[in-house]
């Protein structure tokens, strides 16, 4: 590849708001591409894209492959203003499932109020479900599919898979079997017993990552700079470690969403549609204030957050808002692929719940319609347990 064309691929990536690494790792892993056809049509950069990838798939780890697929993937957006995935569904002709999809799409969305990404992921697991285990919809009996074709389909076609994405798919396919019943189709009712929290389906029974005790001090003792950035980047951290927000969640909060005679925040685009007034605390309340009124531009319009400090009349994307949090964690120490936004969210339910709050007021205030979902993302703190058990009759204190 070019090295203008690298130049200005690196260029694109610093104006998206990556880190330093991030664009660093992008361009290396691609660098040593042919260069690619000098055009903005995407089905001709699409089918340079696919070749690309199916050369890295034979050269690369799999976690250098996953890098190169989404550098790949920016580039394509960079040259055709359009996400590859969005202009693969496009392209993509149309089969026997797909009016049964869209009839999904359309219970997920409008029935459920699930956001777009959770009913395009349903809606995908289902489809390659429904490829693998019924080669005619046509003709289909629902009944004759069990729970036994969820395991199967699961151990054997999709062992690839991690804990997390097995629990996402059993979700999508139990979601699918409800919305038969919906309709009034006659299913067996054991898919619907299938387990949907991530534990249950845990190869290692894994626990939900939380971060450290020490790792807490680290962020919570951290000397933000008196600049604007830095007291964004502040009153975002707290976002996350005071009300246990979602990244996407951060990312949309608007300015008008700040109750501050109530002193609550207003969390309104939420994955599952449904508002929620959550407390604000002191600390939370004058870094809101600090920034609003010694960093937020008049002119950014509606949003809370800006996207960088060089373009601060943009609002913040998830991206940005996690690049945050990134930075920070490698500001303080905090390592391991493992540890993202999401760990912070954690960290505060589990909190919570060992601070002695049930799981309902917990998936309350994390904006969970189901308690299941709140019970994998809780870690319960054993030392405490210790300290307040007392001793069975005639045996020793754990």
Same mark, same amino acid.
């Given at each position: 590849?070019?090295?203008?064309?690298?130049?200005?691929?690196?260029?694109?990536?610093?104006?998206?708001?990556?880190?330093?690494?991030?664009?660093?790792?992008?361009?290396?892993?691609?660098? %040593?591409?042919?260069?690619?056809? %000098?055009?903005?049509?995407?089905?001709?950069? /699409?089918?340079? $894209?696919?070749?690309?990838?199916? /050369?890295?798939?034979?050269?690369?780890?799999?976690?250098?492959?996953?890098?190169?697929?989404?550098?790949?993937?920016?580039?394509?957006?960079?040259?055709?203003?359009?996400?590859?995935?969005?202009?693969?569904?496009?392209?993509?002709?149309?089969?026997?499932?797909?009016?049964?999809?869209?009839?999904?799409?359309?219970?997920?969305?409008?029935?459920? !109020?699930?956001?777009?990404?959770?009913?395009?992921?349903?809606?995908?697991?289902?489809?390659?479900?429904?490829?693998?285990?019924?080669?005619?919809? !046509?003709?289909?009996?629902?009944? &004759?599919?069990?729970?036994?074709?969820?395991?199967?389909?699961?151990?054997?076609?999709?062992?690839?898979?991690?804990?997390?994405?097995?629990?996402?798919?059993?979700?999508?396919?139990?979601?699918?079997?409800?919305?038969?019943?919906?309709? %009034?189709? $006659?299913?067996?009712?054991?898919?619907?017993? /299938?387990?949907?929290?991530?534990?249950?389906?845990?190869?290692?029974?894994?626990?939900?990552?939380?971060?450290?005790?020490?790792?807490? =001090?680290?962020?919570?003792?951290? =000397?933000?700079?008196?600049?604007?950035?830095?007291?964004?980047?502040?009153?975002?951290?707290?976002?996350?470690?005071?009300?246990?927000?979602?990244?996407?969640?951060?990312?949309?909060?608007?300015?008008?969403?700040?109750?501050?005679?109530?002193?609550?925040?207003?969390?309104?685009?939420?994955?599952?549609?449904?508002?929620?007034?959550?407390?604000?605390?002191?600390?939370?309340?004058?870094?809101?204030?600090?920034?609003?009124?010694?960093?937020?531009?008049?002119?950014?319009?509606?949003?809370?957050?800006?996207?960088?400090?060089?373009?601060?009349?943009?609002?913040? &994307?998830?991206?940005?808002?996690?690049? $945050?949090?990134?930075?920070?964690?490698?500001?303080?120490?905090?390592?391991?692929?493992?540890?993202?936004?999401?760990?912070?969210?954690?960290?505060?339910?589990? !909190?919570?719940?060992?601070?002695?709050?049930?799981?309902?007021?917990?998936?309350?205030?994390?904006?969970?319609?189901?308690?299941?979902?709140?019970?994998?993302?809780?870690?319960? %703190?054993?030392?405490?347990?210790?300290?307040?058990?007392?001793?069975?009759?005639?045996?020793? =204190?754990?």
């Amino acid at each position: 590849m070019k090295q203008e064309t690298i130049n200005q691929f690196h260029d694109y990536l610093k104006d998206q708001g990556h880190e330093n690494t991030t664009i660093a790792g992008y361009i290396r892993t691609i660098c %040593d591409l042919e260069e690619p056809p %000098d055009t903005t049509d995407p089905l001709i950069l /699409l089918v340079y $894209v696919d070749r690309a990838i199916k /050369l890295k798939r034979q050269s690369l780890s799999r976690a250098n492959f996953a890098s190169a697929r989404a550098s790949l993937g920016s580039f394509f957006f960079m040259r055709t203003g359009i996400r590859i995935r969005d202009f693969r569904k496009q392209c993509a002709a149309k089969d026997q499932y797909d009016p049964l999809m869209a009839q999904y799409a359309s219970y997920c969305r409008d029935f459920l !109020h699930l956001s777009e990404p959770v009913t395009l992921a349903a809606v995908r697991e289902t489809k390659k479900f429904l490829k693998a285990v019924v080669p005619d919809i !046509h003709d289909m009996a629902w009944t &004759s599919i069990t729970a036994n074709d969820v395991i199967n389909y699961l151990s054997k076609e999709r062992n690839d898979l991690c804990t997390a994405s097995i629990g996402i798919t059993a979700t999508a396919l139990r979601r699918f079997f409800r919305f038969l019943q919906h309709h %009034d189709i $006659v299913i067996h009712t054991s898919v619907l017993n /299938l387990p949907l929290s991530v534990p249950a389906w845990s190869k290692g029974s894994s626990l939900p990552i939380t971060l450290t005790k020490d790792e807490q =001090s680290r962020l919570a003792d951290y =000397s933000f700079p008196s600049t604007p950035t830095g007291l964004r980047d502040y009153s975002i951290l707290l976002c996350f470690t005071e009300l246990g927000l979602r990244c996407s969640e951060v990312a949309n909060l608007q300015i008008g969403d700040i109750e501050w005679n109530r002193g609550t925040v207003i969390v309104r685009k939420t994955k599952t549609h449904a508002e929620r007034e959550l407390p604000m605390s002191v600390k939370l309340g004058k870094a809101l204030e600090d920034y609003v009124l010694h960093a937020r531009p008049i002119s950014l319009g509606s949003s809370l957050y800006f996207k960088s400090a060089r373009r601060v009349l943009e609002p913040a &994307s998830t991206d940005n808002v996690r690049s $945050v949090i990134r930075r920070l964690y490698s500001k303080v120490g905090i390592t391991g692929w493992h540890v993202g936004t999401h760990a912070l969210r954690r960290t505060v339910g589990s !909190h919570l719940y060992n601070a002695g709050n049930d799981l309902k007021a917990v998936a309350d205030l994390l904006g969970h319609t189901s308690v299941s979902t709140t019970k994998a993302y809780v870690r319960i %703190d054993v030392e405490s347990l210790r300290e307040v058990a007392s001793s069975w009759p005639g045996r020793e =204190s754990v």
